[in-house]
């Protein structure tokens, strides 16, 4: 309640001073009186005003209209407002938008809506008509650009991206509203638009109502500039020659010049913008000026608007021109500039010169700055340019002025050029100045580039690529195929690759695609006819499909054509049914005309070409080659391989190890030069890559790579390059296309926070593998320098090499250069004395001249001029720091020490350096505090990480170096040092301690002391205190180690041993290293305590991994050693010796499947076990092993088996041991066939197998226990069926349903025999369609049927079904009603027999082998004819089923096999006796006990008491288990019996009868469902009569799914005499039109609207029916018709309950209407306004919103409802709009009250 008094404050009392304002009106006109109280009221619309000013001015007597700005700023967007009046000038015509320059520097857009009436009814007719009017002129015609403009601001829209955009109109009525008829006068010149052109004139829309004015024709053609004749809609300004009859019409002429007398009667309300005026100048102040003109009026004139040579003073006469007039703060803003003075209207809408837009300028000057306004720039050409003080800094920033004015030289981007300024607006924001697409024509075609989605179109999608350019992506251009739902693909603000199609940058308009062929392309781009060579191939999209051949296009405007001989190796004919519109496809080009832009093309070429696409070439990875630069691009250099011009690229970091002398070498090679050197880093099928990294070169040369995946292995050290940087790490790449992850943690010995910065892209290092990841293929690196061993020299040769590169630089610069100056600077060195004349000093530094060197720029720095007195014109002697060749810039010093003596320096000796100079990757350095310069790199290993800002190299550091050579060659005679090492400090690896003192050599028996004793390894403290490892193969002899033992537990902790060196292991990786070098020694070395070998004089040599696995053959035995168990891949890893690791897998380690669970139980880490070798290769390294001992797999065999898939149609999918892999046939599962064999078995289920045969690499296996066991096992009941001599005729056997198809069932014998029933043998009832069968008889039904014969040279079955032949019941049910099948008796089939067989295997014939084919589609069959009938067959089957084994069982003693088969024959029937359900019982206990037997595999024996006890138990469980089911109310019935025994207890309750009806349902019974349904209605109470009525519908959607229209036309007469016939209308009407029967649906409600005429709830339904529909006219007739029929009480709710429905489902506009209507008649009835309010706000946009509201807020209705208006009112406003908004509200509630309040007062 507190927020809600705050909002509307009870009672009319308010404060004086706002009643005094509120009730006040303002004059427009008389503002004499606006002085101390409204600038003391409303300071903030008139903050700019001062009321000591006013005073002053009034005692002068200096009396003015409006008061002068304080501060005199440029005009801000923000100070636009509606109905605000400016001078404008056309920049650019559209078709249906004028784009305006307003002044200083803004934009407006004049719409093609916002021109005139005129023109606006010319433009209906001309959309209405369709055809073109020869009156009607585009934009174009009208507008031009450099045009001026007097115009209004209609409209601040707000921009998608939340900026302000200034929306105009030159429409007369809004630019001149404040003139009247009587305030026109003769000399005024005003502008206005052509009405209409008549014989003698034309008629001018001047805007001023009740006003004609006539434009003579003489005077027209005066005044012509761009047009032959005036147009209707054409914007004229014209001078008012004479008014008659009081202002009704006036009489125009041309304006010469738009000049305002104070005779003319000029207001603030009425001045018009363009005028030009005489003024005095009043102050001058460093922003601008203020005017007083017209006698009574001030302005301002800001600084863009002011000449810039002119001296402006204090009273000075000016002519001035008005650029704008605030209508609040009635500030007037003018310009004295030339071009707007003359008496032409139009100004330069372009720059002189060469439009420079979107140019970035370095080294501008600030001129001038201006405080709120922005600064002025001069650019280095001289030109003057103004920055908005928005574009002084970022948006995020602060604003700091005085840090922007301190600098002093600046960048800049040239954002636009304004006509009203004629200046040219600049932008020093880096987000600008960086933006890489500022304008179009910063694009090309074939340019890869990336973008955002902003919006999707019905013709494609918009993607910007930054903020001033936009491309469009069409349709067909979304994908690679065409996309029927983008929206479903991209969303709004997605980041989307796209390659550039075309760019029309005139005309702003770029083409974009998303196709993936396109934009991955690496074939050369076709970008003009020139670059379409014959022979050349590249990727191009149709365009046009022609009878004559595909026109495809390239980019830019390429396009050829493919004839139709070249479209496929293949004849085409119609080249529609083959092609699409926008397919990508590879076309060679076999003939180009550029000149005629005619090119000839073929898809069959590029075909044959792309076969022989393997480049013909012999460059392998590793070979050394030559290279011819060819095209540049900004990333690579595209080369030809010299001689045989086989393309190639050489990425720019590949130019150098060094990252700064790869950008040196780019800028330097141009098209046509020679690179040698060069090798092949890696070689695909799209292209060759090469290098010139020496340090990658000489890795290669050496052969230490690794070609392949399986060549690497862990501790392996490689040499590449920096491929990616990302947050988690960086990829590196390797020669051969390998390519490691070094993870974060393994980047650098220091913690790095941002790994984007630690390294460069393209960054040459050295990598060591730590891990492999085989499955992925994907290996981990580490680039740590204490973990990577470094070559001796490493450092040097690498700075050597850099150095030479610099040297190559310079002279391939020399030799290219015409002029002398580069050749000159070429031949200086570092520490060269020159002799210099100073040219300038000043306290940043000092720069020089040299006769020597002109043009050069000699500078030195602050330091390198300290405590020397230098004055220009001073001659001085300097020695050279740094030469910078491409920007001819030389750096040198003037300091005494520098140039001093030299001292000598020794070899290998330390000196103290001091850093002088630094140039990105290297240094310049002074040596021992003296003169001796020299170069130094700035980081000491490649792997260094780049340092940050505190530890970079800065001039004035001290560094400790170490002196390689006092004079070098190579650096022209300067010392070479080397960084004193900076390296973290590290244990050394084995490989670095060769020449070290500590650790043991290969063979050297050691004596030592066991300190630790682990089950796999023994730890021994030798007697230098160095740690041994002993292996646990190598503690006892091979002979000696029994099977189960732990060797390693025979040793004792403290024992003394005796041992010998037989390898050592790396620190970091523990890898085991058998290097057998004399001097190579080792600080962790491997020992072995067997006795044979210990002793000195046995010789024995060191065994790597390789020699011993290539030693192992499959099916060797050997002794291994458990290490470890690998739970998440459930493998064991043994180990045979210290350099061998194995794997065993699962299946491969146990024989039982109760083990499987835990198999680590079985074994113990260090225990010695027994194992067979399945595989041992070296390349790739792989050791596998068997502990089941077997080593392979054989037929015949039995073995463990791990269940991957169950699939209806196979059986099971089986992994067995070793990697094979088989099938178990669902006839091979058991002996005793089952329903449903599969259920039993799940996923990663372990199961025996017998091993049948292998076929196509896959073995069919076997589960029946007669396989298994075949000594335990009683004989089989449905015995194997191997091959067709097993069979005989009249043979009765079951099999399980394959498929049911056209031909027949396929019954699955066994798992190579597949039997077949032709339809007429499946059934007794005739089957007239297939579909019936497969619906009832799914894939793997157990079905009993006999042999009718059997074809054994095509081993073809033929199969019987019938229940005479098997004795079984008929596989279709009774139930669905089907014509038996006539003359299909026994007797005559038995007299036929012979004839019958030969027609069966003619007729099989053709049939038989298509059932391969058909296996797939039919099986899919049943699921799409389905309707859940499958259920009931499942279950019936089973019942069957069961009975079948009884039969089988008791196949003696035909009489009780007789009455059992009678009863199942008579179907379902609810009043069965026990009597009948017994052999039913006996079968299934007969089955199941045949299944213990089978599980058992023993014969049965007498159960013990525990076993009973158990038994009891369970079945207790059981029955409390189905007592809880049948008291749980919430459990849904499953069967019949559980229906009918809740229906007892409530028989009323529809539900329940409607869940039983859809059991029925279901199974597809549909007879029972109707069953149940006709019960229901003769069982609910006739009270009940909604339960009926449910009963009654769901009757009704049965009759109308499964029934026929007669069957539910009864139903449906039934329904309407037993229930209230409305409802039941409603609900048969509801049905219709769900399951789309609109024709019923329709003619139902015509019906309905005719018996219940009088029933308001027909129309209404029938209404929405018409509208759901989208039949609005019909809705509108029905509507007429209701009001008719119904009584006139009813018509106000009807028609608002058709507007409501107007709004859900047709159209809003009506529905509004509609409620205008209503409410126009009835409007104190606020319950319609609430609802109309409800639907506005979900329906209408804001202003129609608020257009209601206010509406609402101003009925005249009780104040309790206007409070409760006011409230919704204000509810949206602060949920829709904005804090204007919602003061307006609270405003609007004010003055209600108030209002209220001065009522109760009178």
């Known amino acids: 309640m507190a927020s809600v008094e705050e909002d509307f404050p009870r009672g009319g009392k308010t404060k004086p001073t706002d009643s005094k304002v509120t009730a006040e009106p303002r004059k427009v006109d008389n503002l004499f009186q606006q002085s101390d109280e409204q600038t003391t009221t409303k300071k903030k619309k008139g903050g700019a005003k001062k009321v000591k000013e006013q005073k002053t001015e009034e005692q002068e007597g200096d009396l003015t209209l409006n008061a002068a700005a304080k501060n005199v700023e440029i005009l801000h967007i923000k100070n636009v407002r509606e109905g605000m009046l400016l001078l404008g000038c056309v920049k650019e015509v559209a078709d249906f938008e004028v784009t305006v320059s307003l002044p200083c520097g803004l934009q407006g857009f004049l719409s093609i809506r916002n021109i005139s009436d005129a023109y606006t009814k010319l433009l209906s007719e001309q959309l209405d008509s369709g055809a073109e009017n020869e009156e009607f002129c585009s934009l174009s015609q009208i507008f031009w650009p450099g045009m001026l403009l007097r115009c209004v601001v209609s409209n601040m829209d707000i921009t998608k991206g939340g900026s302000l955009s200034i929306q105009l109109s030159v429409n007369p009525k809004l630019v001149n509203k404040s003139l009247t008829s009587s305030s026109l006068m003769a000399g005024m010149v005003l502008s206005g638009c052509v009405e209409s052109v008549e014989d003698h004139g034309t008629i001018i829309d001047i805007g001023v109502s009740g006003t004609k004015a006539f434009l003579p024709e003489d005077a027209a053609k005066s005044k012509q500039h761009k047009n032959e004749e005036l147009k209707v809609g054409q914007y004229v300004t014209s001078r008012v020659e004479k008014v008659m009859n009081d202002g009704r019409v006036v009489r125009l002429a041309a304006a010469a010049r738009a000049s305002a007398d104070a005779k003319q009667g000029w207001t603030l309300t009425n001045l018009l913008p363009g005028l030009t005026v005489n003024a005095t100048v009043k102050k001058v102040t460093k922003h601008g000026l203020h005017l007083d003109f017209l006698s009574s009026f001030s302005g301002q004139v800001d600084f863009l608007h002011m000449e810039e040579e002119s001296s402006y003073r204090e009273g000075l006469q000016v002519r001035a021109c008005v650029l704008y007039i605030e209508p609040t703060t009635r500030l007037v803003g003018l310009s004295l500039r030339s071009h707007l003075l003359q008496p032409v209207s139009d100004v330069e809408a372009t720059p002189p010169g060469a439009d420079r837009t979107g140019e970035v300028v370095k080294e501008c000057k600030m001129t001038t700055m201006h405080h709120m306004s922005g600064a002025m720039l001069e650019l280095p050409d001289k030109t003057l340019t103004f920055a908005h003080r928005n574009h002084l800094k970022e948006p995020s920033d602060p604003a700091n002025e005085n840090k922007v004015s301190a600098m002093p030289e600046h960048t800049c981007r040239i954002l636009h050029f304004s006509p009203m300024e004629q200046i040219y607006f600049v932008s020093l924001r880096k987000s600008v100045i960086e933006q890489q697409f500022y304008r179009y024509q910063d694009l090309h075609a074939g340019q890869v580039v990336e973008g955002t989605v902003s919006v999707l179109l019905s013709h494609g999608m918009m993607v910007h690529l930054s903020e001033h350019v936009k491309g469009l992506v069409p349709r067909t251009h979304l994908s690679d195929i065409i996309l029927k739902n983008p929206e479903k693909k991209y969303v709004e603000g997605m980041k989307v690759k796209c390659r550039v199609l075309s760019v029309d940058a005139d005309n702003r308009k770029l083409c974009l695609t998303r196709k993936k062929a396109l934009v991955e392309s690496t074939l050369p781009l076709f970008l003009s006819y020139n670059d379409a060579r014959p022979g050349r191939v590249s990727h191009g999209f149709i365009v046009s499909i022609k009878g004559f051949g595909c026109i495809v296009r390239f980019y830019g405007n390429v396009k050829g054509l493919v004839p139709l001989g070249e479209l496929s190796s293949e004849p085409v004919v119609c080249p529609e049914d083959v092609f699409y519109i926008g397919q990508v496809l590879k076309a060679k080009v076999l003939q180009c005309e550029p000149e005629k832009e005619k090119l000839l093309l073929s898809f069959k070429a590029a075909g044959e070409a792309e076969e022989s696409a393997e480049p013909p070439i012999d460059c392998q990875v590793g070979k050394r080659v030559e290279a011819r630069v060819v095209k540049k691009s900004i990333n690579s250099l595209e080369v030809v391989i010299l001689p045989d011009e086989g393309r190639a690229v050489l990425p720019t970091v590949h130019l150098s190890d060094h990252v700064s002398n790869c950008q040196l070498l780019w800028e330097v090679l141009q098209e046509g030069d020679t690179i040698s050197n060069l090798i092949c880093f890696n070689k695909n099928k799209q292209n060759i890559t090469l290098t010139k990294k020496p340090r990658v070169r000489s890795s290669l040369e050496e052969g230490a790579v690794a070609k392949d995946f399986s060549e690497i292995t862990v501790g392996m050290q490689l040499v590449g390059c920096i491929r990616n940087i990302m947050s988690y790490g960086v990829f590196v790449e390797f020669p051969y296309g390998l390519v490691g992850l070094a993870p974060k943690s393994a980047m650098s010995d220091k913690f790095i926070s941002d790994t984007t910065t630690a390294f460069k892209l393209g960054q040459t290092v050295i990598a060591k593998v730590t891990n492999l990841d085989e499955e992925k293929r994907r290996f981990l690196v580490t680039l740590k320098i204490s973990e990577v061993i470094t070559p001796d020299g490493d450092a040097r040769a690498a700075f050597l090499n850099a150095v030479q590169e610099r040297r190559t630089v310079k002279e391939m610069l020399t030799v290219r250069d015409d002029g002398e100056l580069r050749q000159q600077l070429a031949s200086l060195t570092i520490g060269q004395k020159l002799k210099l004349m100073v040219d300038s000093a000043t306290e940043d530094g000092a720069k020089f001249k040299s006769d020597n060197l002109p043009g050069a720029d000699i500078m030195a720095s602050k330091r390198h001029v300290a405590g020397v007195s230098l004055i ?50 290297f240094a310049v350095i002074s040596l021992n505090d003296a003169a001796q310069l020299t170069l130094l790199q700035t980081c000491s290993h490649l792997n260094e990480v780049t340092p940050s800002e505190a530890e970079r190299l800065k001039v004035g550091m001290t560094l400790t170096v170490e002196v390689v050579e006092p004079s070098c060659e190579q650096l022209e005679g300067l010392p070479l040092v080397l960084w004193k090492s900076r390296a973290p400090k590290r244990q050394r690896t084995a490989s670095e301690n060769q020449a070290d003192s500590s650790g043991h050599r290969f063979g050297e028996v050691l004596q030592g002391t066991v300190r630790s004793v682990k089950p796999t390894y023994i730890q021994v403290a030798l007697e230098d205190g160095s740690t041994g490892n002993v292996h646990v193969s190598q503690v006892k002899e091979p002979a000696e180690v029994k099977l189960g033992s732990f060797p390693t537990s025979s040793v004792r ?41 210990l002793d000195p004089g046995v010789d024995f040599k060191p065994v790597t991994a390789k020699d011993k696995l290539s030693g192992y053959k499959p099916g060797d035995e050997v002794t291994c050693f458990v290490s470890k168990f690998k739970s998440d891949k459930k493998c064991l890893e043994v180990t045979s010796d210290p350099c061998v690791t194995g794997t065993v897998d699962l299946l491969s380690m146990i024989t039982n499947p109760k083990d499987a669970s835990h198999p680590e139980k079985l074994f113990k880490l260090g225990q010695a076990v027994r194992a067979k070798v399945v595989e041992a290769s070296v390349h790739p390294q792989r050791f596998v092993l068997s502990l089941s001992g077997i080593h392979k797999l054989e037929k015949g065999s039995i073995t463990l088996g791990m269940v991957t898939g169950v699939q209806p149609q196979v059986g099971l999918m089986v992994k067995l041991p070793f990697g094979a892999a088989g099938t178990v046939s669902v006839t091979d599962v058991a002996d005793t066939y089952r329903p449903n064999p599969l259920e039993a078995f799940s996923r990663d289920q372990l199961i025996r197998c017998y091993l049948l045969d292998m076929r196509n690499g896959k073995w069919h296996l076997s589960l029946r226990p007669s396989r298994l066991n075949p000594q335990n096992t009683k004989p089989a009941k449905d015995p194997e069926v191997l091959s067709l001599d097993h069979l005989r005729l009249d043979q009765v056997v079951r099999g399980y349903v394959k498929t049911v198809s056209e031909q027949g069932v396929f019954i699955r014998l066994s798992h190579n025999i597949t039997g077949r029933a032709q339809l007429q043998q499946s059934s007794k009832y005739f089957v007239n369609n297939h579909k019936i069968l497969s619906s009832h008889l799914p894939v793997n039904t157990l079905l009993t049927t006999k042999i009718l014969c059997v074809d054994r040279e095509d081993e073809l079955v033929d199969l019987s079904l019938l229940p005479a032949d098997t004795g079984k019941p008929d596989v279709l049910p009774e139930s669905l009603g089907l014509p038996l099948r006539l003359g299909g008796n026994a007797e005559k089939r038995d007299s036929k027999k012979a004839k019958k067989r030969s027609h069966c295997e003619s007729e099989q014939k053709p049939a038989e082998p298509q059932i391969p084919k058909k296996k797939n589609k039919k099986s899919s069959k049943p699921k799409a004819d389905g309707d859940d009938s499958g259920v009931e067959v499942y279950f019936r089957e089973k019942e069957d089923e069961g009975e079948e084994v009884k039969r089988d069982s008791a196949q003696v003693s035909r009489s009780s096999a007789g009455p059992s088969r009678l009863q199942v024959a008579a179907g379902f029937s609810w009043d069965v006796g026990l009597s009948s359900l017994k052999p039913v019982l006996e079968a299934k206990d007969g089955d199941s006990s045949d299944g213990e037997e089978q599980d058992g595999n023993e014969k049965p024996q007498k159960k013990t008491r ?33 229906f009918e025994r809740l229906l007892l207890a409530s028989p009323s309750s529809s539900l329940l009868w409607l869940q039983y009806m859809a059991l029925h349902l279901q199974a597809t019974q549909i007879e029972q469902a109707r069953a149940v349904a006709e019960r229901a209605l003769k069982t609910i109470s006739f009270r009940e009569e909604q339960e009926k009525l449910n009963v009654w519908v769901a009757l009704l959607n049965l009759e109308n799914m499964y029934g026929t229209q007669e069957s539910l036309k009864k139903v449906f007469e039934r329904a309407v005499q037993f229930c209230e016939p409305m409802p039941v209308y409603q609900q048969l009407a509801d049905i219709y039109a769900n399951s789309n029967k609109i024709k019923e649906a329709e003619s139902l409600y015509k019906t309905m609207v005719k018996r219940f005429r009088q029933n308001k709830a027909a129309w209404l339904s029938y209404g929405t029916f018409l509208l759901q529909q989208g039949q609005s006219d019909a809705a509108s007739s029905l509507l007429q018709r209701a009001l008719k029929s119904l009584p006139p009480k009813e018509s106000v709710d009807v028609i608002t309950k058709f507007a409501q429905m107007e709004f859900r489902f047709g159209d809003a506009e009506r529905g509004r209407n509609m409620f205008d209507k209503v409410l126009t008649n009835y409007p104190k009835r606020t319950d319609l306004w609430s609802i109309f309010i409800d639907l506005m706000v979900k329906h209408g946009s804001q202003k129609e919103v608020r257009a209601v509201f206010d509406r609402t807020i101003h009925l005249s209705v009780s104040v309790k409802k206007i409070k409760f208006f006011f409230k919704r009112y204000l509810e949206y406003e602060k949920k829709h709009g904005t804090p204007q908004s919602v003061q307006a509200v609270k405003e609007k509630a004010m003055e209600f009250v108030e209002a209220k309040g001065k009522d109760a007062a009178n």
């Open 1053 to 1093: 902790v403290g024992g003394v041993v005796k041992a010998r060196v037989i390898g050592g292991r790396e620190v970091a990786s523990h890898r085991f290293l058998p290097f057998s070098h004399p001097k190579f020694k080792y600080t962790i070395p491997e020992l072995t305590l067997i006795p044979s070998r």
């Open 1506 to 1538: 525990h076993e009973l006890e158990q038994e009891k138990k369970s079945a207790e469980k059981a029955l409390l288990q189905r007592e809880a089911e049948l008291m749980d109310p919430s459990l849904r019935p499953q069967d019949a019996a559980a």
């Open 872 to 921: 220009p014109g001073q001659k001085v002697s300097a020695v050279i720091l740094n030469v910078d060749i491409l920007s001819t810039c030389v750096h040198v010093s003037v300091l005494p020490k520098l140039l001093g003596k030299k001292k000598s320096l020794n070899k290998g000796s330390d000196c103290c350096a001091v850093v002088q100079f630094v140039d990105r990757d």
